[in-house]
């Protein structure tokens, strides 16, 4: 009898840990590749789901209502790289640059376009099942500051008389996240099933404020901080939570699924991976064929059939196989494209309307 269980624990272990995953930096994102996410607006399912093992979470009903396309570039290229020299990675969004820093410990942001900020993680790595992990407060805000907007007749108002007058303010704002795998099982989108991780995501921003009065640094006073500030309480605090579902299958390279929830863990929408070599993907081929160019292969010029594009202000970027912007521009009247600089070579033309992105590839010899 005790052998017969002690076989039926050995399966059942086994079973288990077979089925759990881990993510690592060498399943994500590179340069050069291109990241399709679907959102569904009105998902029929808006709910996380249960945690815990072997959950199976069923979301092949999601319909695909807006499309973004995300490329990954070498960061080294492009206009603000002298000021992020860490980053290795970078997202161009139709000329506006978001700058990475990829390590095997995890994905942190540095900074959009000239405008850097204190690095911010946003995934820890590796993902395993069980992981808790807390990232370092970002200070956002951290001020003192001369009282030139609070009198000192209604701070008496306010205060029933116990407080005459408020020299100073400080108002302090830091941002943290927690980052939690709680499950762990089989995502089954659009695109396909897919072993995966659930890391539920919670953002907290605190902002703190004190005043200097009585000879002292103290929390500010109730009603002058509901007055001036919106809120009672000197420490306010605002907390976010999502859910990310991450795989390891390499074709993916980034968020399997992703939803924000609201305090009864209810998503407004829900935006999903969408694989462009499966046949699920067959509506951004249909995207893709709201465009042609020729001729292709084309040594100078390049012409553009836009359909029912035409007379909409399209921008275009051209990207090398290896994720560098080559050129960028917007289309005009004649719909053509000089590329007689370019290098001989494949190349990415991406298009944008403000809605979606396309892209096509075309060869210049």
Request: charged share 15%; proline share 5%.
């Amino acid at each position: 009898m005790t052998k017969h269980l002690l076989t039926l624990f050995t399966i059942l272990f086994m079973h288990n840990a077979q089925s759990q995953i881990s993510v690592t930096v060498n399943h994500l994102m590179n340069i050069g590749d291109v990241i399709h996410e679907a959102t569904d607006t009105i998902p029929a399912i808006n709910t996380p789901g249960d945690s815990g093992a072997n959950i199976i979470w069923d979301f092949s009903s999601l319909v695909m209502q807006e499309l973004d396309t995300t490329v990954f570039i070498d960061p080294s290229g492009t206009p603000d790289a002298a000021d992020y020299p860490t980053a290795n990675l970078c997202i161009d969004d139709d000329g506006d640059y978001t700058y990475i820093e990829k390590l095997n410990t995890g994905i942190s942001v540095l900074g959009d376009d000239n405008a850097g900020f204190e690095k911010m993680l946003v995934l820890p790595l590796p993902l395993s099942y069980g992981m808790n992990h807390n990232s370092t407060p970002i200070v956002m805000m951290d001020t003192t500051m001369f009282n030139n907007m609070i009198d000192p007749m209604t701070v008496q108002m306010l205060t029933g008389g116990q407080i005459q007058s408020i020299d100073s303010i400080q108002i302090s704002a830091s941002y943290m996240q927690n980052f939690n795998v709680n499950a762990h099982g089989t995502l089954q989108i659009p695109s396909g099933s897919y072993d995966a991780l659930r890391v539920k995501v919670t953002a907290k921003t605190q902002q703190k404020l004190y005043a200097y009065y009585n000879n002292a640094w103290q929390p500010m006073p109730a009603p002058i901080s509901q007055m001036f500030f919106g809120s009672p309480s000197p420490l306010m605090e605002e907390k976010d939570v999502s859910y990310q579902w991450w795989t390891n299958q390499s074709h993916i390279k980034f968020i399997a699924m992703y939803m924000e929830v609201d305090s009864a863990d209810i998503a407004k929408d829900i935006t999903f991976n969408v694989d462009e070599d499966t046949s699920s993907s067959s509506s951004i081929k249909k995207i893709e064929a709201n465009f042609s160019l020729y001729p292709n292969p084309s040594e100078s010029i390049l012409k553009l059939d836009l359909r029912e594009l035409s007379g909409q202000l399209i921008s275009y970027n051209i990207y090398a196989y290896n994720g560098a912007l080559m050129g960028l521009g917007y289309l005009e009247q004649n719909q053509e494209i000089d590329v007689h600089s370019l290098p001989i070579g494949q190349y990415i033309l991406e298009l944008n309307n403000g809605i979606v992105s396309m892209q096509k590839t075309f060869v210049k010899n």
